[in-house]
């Protein structure tokens, strides 16, 4: 059963079903049912019933459950990565050192946050009152979730949402909902009342639509496309809820002439192959040196030669298959298109073989990328890397911020001040200098321009998920007080 609503597993009423499918092998995982509108209101209702208990709770007994589910999401580390593994075609060894760990290290970081909830300064602004700021909880949070990392995703929405005291209704994405139920059930067995953590697996246009829509959410985050970000935006718009965005991304990955060529071919391959490229910030638009565009080239064809696709269970893979393949072949079509305008050095196919059981799509490099094409501006999401040259520092910040998106980028230099100029000028929300996809629970992760605004992970995300209230006393006691005048006057 696939709907998780006040602490217990559910049928759906709607009788409909999905088959997950093991991208690697397409056969089936498991058949969902799928969540319509009477569950998304039973699981709405449950996070209203428990916001009150949890709300009210302290941030130390908030604190004990989310450090309790760290414990208990530690000791299922295994199984949870071999179910992220399958349901989203990760190599094991991407599930269980990144996947896993991140989430439970998420999970241990906010039962710490959960008692840094700080207000501001209190103190007698006006002389006459004492003021002082609460951060409240917002109320139910509708999430709505991706497919490319469904286990970190669920993590980021429900774990700053619940440590501030909200409760919350998650929609994972269709192809991906297994890990979010156990994830979810960890909460309530770790003291959680029944309610905090809900989870409804259902489609985005009908669960997750109707989600965004209910008059009892307060808050909408999503993590996703940008057009479905702006539809999301714009349905909750009709009832004027607060909206956290996560969405595209197209990230610049800038190659200085002085750059530490090694490391920066290194960290292009990394950078561009983590998930299969089904990564919002990895590195889409290589933008390289004229003087090094040669040799960067052929070392990242090289290492793209040697990187092994393959199953995911096994743990040798670097490279598993694209999600699904509606996906695959969207991958490919971009590919397609741009051997009329472009050079396709390497890739540019799917393995053949045993292979073609599963939506594989080799690491493809692609060079003389004319600006203003569909490969320099839409994001691919899948392993393929577009190379264009440049000459002086101030082309190189311009084309890394030619993109509607700004969720994260990297500049590759020794240069102090070149690396200080790219950290200033370049519009994302993550610049790397270095380096490229590392993320870690104290900083921030959310996007600028068409990426979303928002933050996940972090301190910071208590801001999104809280309202700032500010409570003002009378001090003077008295009945009659001096601004009253202006307002009105007694007579006599
Ligand atoms: P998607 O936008 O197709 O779907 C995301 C979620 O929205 C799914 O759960 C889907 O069911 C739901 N949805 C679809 N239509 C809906 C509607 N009308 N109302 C409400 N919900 C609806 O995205 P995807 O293909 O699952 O994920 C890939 C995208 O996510 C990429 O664009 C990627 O860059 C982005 N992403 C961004 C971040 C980030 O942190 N910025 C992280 C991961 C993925």
Redesign the pocket.
Known sequence: MHQYIGGERRAASTGESLEVLDPSTDETLETVTLAGPDDVDAAVAAARDAFEEWSRATPLERSTVLARAAALLDERAEDLARLESRQAGKPIRLAREFDVPGTVDNTAFFAGAARRLDGLASGEYSGEHTSSIRREPVGVVGS??????PLQ?AA?KVLPAVAAGNTIVL?????TPLSALPFAEAFTEAGAPPGVVNVVT????V???H??AHRDVAMTS????????R??MA?AAATGKRVH?????KAPFVVFDDADLEAAVHGAVAATLINAG????AAARAIVHRSVLEEFVRGVADLYAQVRIGPTADEATDLGPL?SRA?QAKVAGMVERARGYATVVCGGAAPTGELARGSYYAPTLVTDVPLGSELWTD?V?GPVLAVVPFDEDDEAIRLANDTEFG?AASAWTRDTYRAGRAGREIAAGCVWVNDHIPIISEMP???YKS??FGK?MSAYSFEDYTAVKHVMHDITGEAHKAWHRTIFTLPG
């Open positions: 709505i979730a991706p497919w490319n990392y995703m980021w929609k994972p994405a269709e192809i259902g489609s985005g246009p669960a997750g639509e989600l965004v999503f993590t996703g496309s940008t057009a479905v970000g539809r999301v349905t965005l996560e969405l595209g991304g089904q990564d919002c910030t999600s996906h994001e999401f969720l992760h959310g996007g990426s979303g996940d």
